[in-house]
C-alpha cells in the first residue's frame, strides 16, 4: 500500500508550483486554493506551505514581488533553473533541456515558447500531471533542488519553506544535509555521470538569461 505523503505528491507538487510563480495580481486566488491544499498534506509537506502562505498573506504584493527578484532573478545561487547547478551555461545543458523537452512531449505537454523545462515551477506542474515520470525527473534534479533550498536558507528566503516541502516530497537525504547534497551533486543526474562543485564551493553559476515564471 502507498503512503499518505506518495498519495499526495501530485497535491503537493501542484500547490508548490504555484507558490513558486511570480507574485502577481493573481496571488490571492493562489493563496486561497493553497491553503485548502496544504491543510490535507502529510505533516512535513504541509506545514512548511502553511508556513510561507501566512508569510505571503501578511506581505503586500509589491514587497513580495520585489523579494521574488531580487531572490531568483539576482541571485545566482537560487537559481530555479534546476540544469545550471549540473552544467551552467554549456552544451551539455542544452542537451539536458532537450531530453526534458522530450520527456513532456511524450506525454503530451508542450511548453510555450518562453517556458524554459528546467524551471523548477514547470518540473513541480509536469508531475503533479504526471507523477511516475515527473518524480523521476525531480529525483533526476535532486543536487540542483537541495543546492537551491540550502541557499535559500541561507539567504534567510520565505521561500525556503517552499523548498522543504519539496524536499520532504522525496526520499530523505541520509547524515547531515550538506554532506548529503555533497554526495549527490559529486555523483551526478542517475543516467548522467556530470559532476558538480560541493555547496559552498567559491564556483559561481552563470546569470540566468530568463527571469522566473510568470
Known amino acids: 500500500m502507498r503512503s499518505p505523503a506518495t498519495v499526495s505528491a501530485p497535491a503537493a507538487w501542484q500547490t508548490q508550483s504555484m507558490l513558486l510563480a511570480y507574485p502577481d495580481e493573481d496571488l490571492p486566488a493562489r493563496i486561497v486554493l493553497a491553503r485548502q491544499v496544504a491543510a490535507t498534506l502529510p505533516e ?9 502562505l501566512e508569510h505571503l498573506a501578511d506581505t503586500p504584493l509589491g514587497a513580495l514581488a520585489a523579494d521574488y527578484v531580487a531572490t531568483f532573478d539576482n541571485r545566482r545561487r537560487c537559481c530555479l533553473y534546476l540544469t545550471y547547478y549540473a ?3 554549456t552544451r551539455k545543458r542544452g542537451l539536458a533541456l532537450l531530453a526534458m523537452k522530450q520527456t513532456y512531449a511524450a506525454a503530451g505537454l508542450v511548453l510555450g ?14 508531475a503533479a500531471a504526471e507523477p511516475e ?17 540550502l541557499a535559500l536558507r541561507d539567504a534567510k528566503s520565505p521561500w525556503a519553506l ?6 520532504a516530497t522525496l526520499p530523505p537525504l541520509i547524515g547531515d544535509e550538506r554532506q548529503a547534497v555533497a554526495r549527490l551533486a559529486a555523483e551526478g543526474p542517475p543516467e548522467e555521470q556530470v559532476g558538480l562543485a560541493p555547496f559552498g564551493s567559491a564556483v559561481l553559476l552563470p546569470d540566468p538569461v530568463i527571469r522566473g515564471a510568470r
Open 162 to 167: 517552499v523548498l522543504d516541502s519539496v524536499s
Open 87 to 89: 552544467h551552467g551555461d
Open 44 to 52: 512535513a509537506v504541509g506545514s512548511p506551505l502553511i508556513r510561507h
Open 113 to 126: 515558447a518562453d517556458e524554459l523545462p528546467d524551471h523548477l515551477a514547470v518540473v513541480l506542474e509536469f
Open 133 to 149: 515520470p515527473g518524480r523521476r525527473m525531480l529525483l533526476e534534479q535532486r543536487a540542483g533542488i537541495e543546492l537551491l533550498r
